[in-house]
């Protein structure tokens, strides 16, 4: 259940025990440590990983952590800082600028963790000549590769797209989609698996075939569906050269030839599944009215430095929401977030381009079920219960709706 920092932890720990270092000096090291378990996924049902990550979170000693900490401020909100903050804002910058950067900014990445005062020549626009900290300048070369991971990811979906309209392949219960056209770096194929699979609600294997006719690549599955582990799904099928990873996020090969053998299989045994209804295992269902869903949302919010890998945050499932069309608004810089309130909770949805299209054209009421995580929104000193949605279900209402 330890990641490999923290094996290098107890590592030095024992070299403390034996002398070899002055004692308490490792614990300097615990918030790098905490990082790593965090973004490395690893289980925080265990009392250890529990431990390190909630004193290195709450000791926060790495001038370049702290760093990428303040420039994600807006979006890690007030409040202590939690895993799952973490794992949503800062693990994104570093993976992003390992996958996408290129290999002087990775080595100033290494370097601004252990020296982040060392100056080095500025690559500032405007600034030539001068010099910044290697600390600043990885934070703005993390930043830049996010938005540059982006847009090659946003380049490969259009493509992607484009391969499942032509060959047909919609309909398909797991879609088997070829990279070797995408103009993008083998670094984000996981990536832009994810991308798809969230898209068409479906799991994904995106791959590239070699010389010797094998097709390799990465698998993406739904957390949100009753296919829990791809992985095994796959082995079962006798057509894999090799599955290995995650039960829902692993790398994968075949034969390139057996491509429609295995789209055949999947359709055959998973005919019976609907990808498209989301399934999920609710902690709470309660209707839209329910007078004590505030003070729930406030309940949890208290807990929420406890919610990582294996302690999920409570997923809650809101029935019966009776709103006009009217009410619903439509936020965001692009245009593609939705935002509504009903009794004294705010519910938003992100990337919700095609339900704003289906909405559109609505009017009179609507009967809205939604499943969501409780957030607690600060602001001015005042704090609003809002729930973020995850799957939401429209239908106009009727008399008969309650």
Known sequence: MLCGAGVLYKFFEYCEEKGLFPKGRIDNYIDLVAFTCISDMMQMTTLENRYICDYGLSHIKNPFFKSLLEKQSYSLGEGPLT??????????????????????????????????????????????????????????????????????????????????????????????????????????????????????????????????????????????????????????????????????????????????????????????????????????IVSGNYSELGNLIKDLDKGKSYFGQGNKEPLIIIENITIPVSKINIIGKNLDTLRFEFNDITYIKFKATSLIEEIKNKTGNLNITVAGRGNINSWGGYNKPQILIDEIEIKESSIYDF
């Open 83 to 284: 895993q799952i903050g973490v794992a949503f804002y800062i693990t994104p910058l570093i993976n992003a600028l390992i996958r996408v950067g290129s290999p002087i900014e990775k080595e100033r990445l290494f370097e601004a963790f252990i020296n982040p005062n060392l100056e080095v020549p500025s690559t500032k626009r405007g600034e030539k000549g001068q010099y910044e900290t290697i600390c600043e300048q990885s934070v703005r070369n993390c930043v830049n590769a996010k938005a540059k991971q982006n847009r090659l990811k946003d380049k490969a979906l259009e493509l992607l797209d484009i391969q499942i309209m032509e060959n047909c392949l919609e309909d398909n219960k797991i879609l088997i989609l070829n990279a070797d056209d995408l103009d993008v770096p083998t670094t984000i194929t996981g990536l832009c698996a994810m991308g798809v699979a969230a898209k068409y609600k479906k799991p994904v294997l995106l791959g590239r075939t070699n010389k010797e006719g094998i097709m390799r690549g990465s698998a993406r599955g739904r957390e949100d569906s009753e296919l829990q582990n791809l992985r095994q799904f796959l082995l079962d099928t006798n057509l894999m050269e090799f599955a290995e990873g995650h039960p829902l996020a692993h790398g994968w090969g075949m034969k390139a030839s057996n491509v429609s053998k295995l789209t055949a299989y999947c359709n055959e045994k998973l005919k019976d599944v609907n990808f498209n209804e989301g399934f999920y295992e609710a902690d709470f």
